[in-house]
C-alpha cells in the first residue's frame, strides 16, 4: 500500500511561486512513477507534470513546461512540483498520484494511477 501526502499550497499573486511536495509513507516508493495532476473547478481533471520510478525521465504538459519542474528525492521518499510565473488560470486542487512503473509509463491517463493524495489547494489571484 501506497500513501501520498501533498502539501506546499497557498494562494499567490499572478506570477508568484509556490513549491509543491508529495511524499510517500511505503518503502517500495522507487517502484512508482509519481504524477501531479490538477482539477479546477468545473473542470476536468488534467495531468500537469510526471517524473519516473528511477528519477531519471520527466514529462510535462506542454503549457506547464518551463514554468513546472518535478524532482524526486528517494531520501525523503518526496516528489516536488516546482511552480513559476503562476497564472490566474493555474488555479486548482493538485494532487498527486502512483503508479506502478513495470505496469504503465508516466504518460498514462488519470483512471491507471492506483494511489492518490487527497490534493493541496494553489490559487492565483490579484
Known amino acids: 500500500q501506497l500513501r501520498l501526502v501533498e502539501s506546499g499550497g497557498g494562494s499567490v499573486q499572478p506570477g508568484g511561486s509556490l513549491n509543491l511536495s508529495c511524499t510517500a509513507a511505503?518503502?517500495?516508493?522507487?517502484?512508482?512513477?509519481i504524477a501531479w495532476f490538477r482539477q479546477a473547478p468545473g473542470k476536468e481533471r488534467e495531468g500537469v507534470a510526471c517524473?519516473?520510478?528511477?528519477?531519471?525521465?520527466?514529462v510535462y504538459v506542454d503549457s506547464m513546461e518551463g514554468r513546472f519542474t518535478i524532482s524526486r528525492d528517494f531520501v525523503e521518499k518526496t516528489v516536488r512540483l516546482q511552480m513559476i510565473s503562476l497564472k490566474p488560470e493555474d488555479t486548482a486542487v493538485y494532487s498527486c498520484?502512483?503508479?506502478?512503473?513495470?505496469?504503465?509509463?508516466?504518460?498514462?491517463?488519470?483512471?491507471?494511477?492506483?494511489?492518490w493524495g487527497q490534493g493541496t489547494q494553489v490559487t492565483v489571484s490579484s
Open positions: 517524473i519516473n520510478n528511477r528519477g531519471d525521465s520527466e
Open positions: 498520484a502512483a503508479v506502478r512503473s513495470d505496469l504503465y509509463g508516466c504518460a498514462s491517463t488519470a483512471p491507471r494511477y492506483v494511489y
Open positions: 511505503e518503502l517500495t516508493f522507487d517502484y512508482y512513477n
